[in-house]
């Protein structure tokens, strides 16, 4: 029976589908979640007390998504790969197979794929991309209504204030008015922009 040799070219192409794999794990991945799985408090600023030097005070600044971490006392930093290589003292294989387990990521880590396999782990990780990138633009428009419709609301909530006549016999003031008509609109809109991006920022 014959088997067949390892080549340099089975050796240029495990490398390039390992950094897919850890592309795919960091992409799928929150920094913070994997953290915090693995027992590290992280609070309401996103800071931990850093593992990795005799921390008093939370000094290691954790991102959300896939931004990494930071600790600002003794400068370790880096992606969740590199948090977990740090932390349990393994390898960048043995960090990846980790993070695929223990996370259910089902990515099939030093198994032989064929092309048509890799093929189809690409395409899903470009749509994972597309999506991503969709659901950001989406935010970013659904914040920018917000504080367009919290400019409208200040704006006529400044008006009815100052405007307001001081006396019953005081003619009443065009610009009090037009706040006086639009406020209740204007805090309607505002309420509506606040609920739609809470909704997408949570989804």
């Not at 240029?12 to 794999?21: K, R, S, T």
């Not at 992280?42 to 991102?63: E, L, W």
């Not at 970013?140 to 307001?164: C, G, I, T, V």
């Amino acid at each position: 029976m014959k088997f067949r040799t390892e080549t340099k070219t089975d050796g240029i192409f495990w490398c390039a589908l390992m950094i897919d794999y850890a592309t795919e794990i960091k992409e799928r991945l929150d920094t913070a979640e994997v953290l915090e799985a693995y027992g590290i408090h992280i609070d309401r600023k996103g800071r931990a007390v850093c593992p990795f030097h005799d921390d008093n005070t939370p000094s290691m600044q954790v991102y959300s998504g896939s931004k990494g971490y930071h600790c600002f006392a003794c400068g370790e930093n880096g992606d969740i790969l590199t948090f977990v290589q740090k932390y349990f003292g393994l390898s960048f294989l043995k960090a990846c197979e980790k993070l695929n387990a223990d996370f259910a990521l089902d990515l099939p880590i030093g198994q032989r794929i064929s092309v048509r396999e890799q093929r189809a782990m690409e395409k899903a990780t470009r749509e994972r991309k597309e999506k991503r990138k969709a659901e950001k633009a989406m935010q970013e428009r659904l914040e920018r209504d917000y504080w367009a419709a919290f400019d409208e609301w200040a704006r006529l909530d400044y008006q009815l204030r100052k405007y307001r006549p001081q006396a019953a016999t005081e003619p009443l003031n065009p610009l009090f008015v037009e706040a006086l008509q639009r406020i209740g609109l204007a805090d309607e809109r505002l309420t509506q922009a606040d609920l739609r991006r809470r909704g997408s920022a949570y989804r």
